[in-house]
């Protein structure tokens, strides 16, 4: 599966930005999708996650109530809706999946997913 992030770009804080991700091939009810970031000098750290059949959504603290996963099955695409964005959200951000259901105490490890997307940058400034 190959996925093919987009919606990167620079926004002042407080601004909003949506984040695509498609993926190559149609996704079925057992996968697991998931963002994440990764900002100079730093470790890669999950945003947020989502069981594509149950539509279950999982975030890290720091985005809580911020941003917003979301899918369209039709369209074989994961969203991330980031509002009230900050400069500590500045990073690279990427998509991932697994073909396989994750269990919750792994949906924020890296290492629990397969495929993983090119990444899209976002900048906030202030």
């Known amino acids: 599966v190959q996925l093919q992030a987009s919606g990167g770009g620079l926004v002042q804080v407080g601004g909003s930005l949506r984040l695509s991700c498609t993926a190559s091939?149609?996704?079925?009810?057992?996968?697991?999708l998931g963002w994440f970031r990764q900002a100079p000098g730093k470790e890669r750290e999950f945003v947020a996650g989502l069981r594509w059949g149950e539509g279950t959504t999982f975030y890290a603290d720091s985005v809580k109530g911020r941003f917003i996963i979301s899918r369209d099955s039709a369209r074989n695409t994961m969203y991330l809706q980031m509002n009230s964005l900050m400069p500590e959200d500045t990073a690279l951000y990427y998509c991932?999946?697994?073909?396989?259901?994750?269990?919750?105490?792994?949906?924020?490890?890296?290492?629990?997913?397969?495929?993983w997307g090119q990444g899209t940058q976002v900048t906030v400034s202030s």
């Open positions: 091939e149609r996704t079925s009810r057992s996968y697991t």
């Open positions: 991932t999946a697994k073909a396989r259901h994750v269990i919750n105490s792994q949906i924020r490890n890296p290492e629990s997913y397969h495929y």
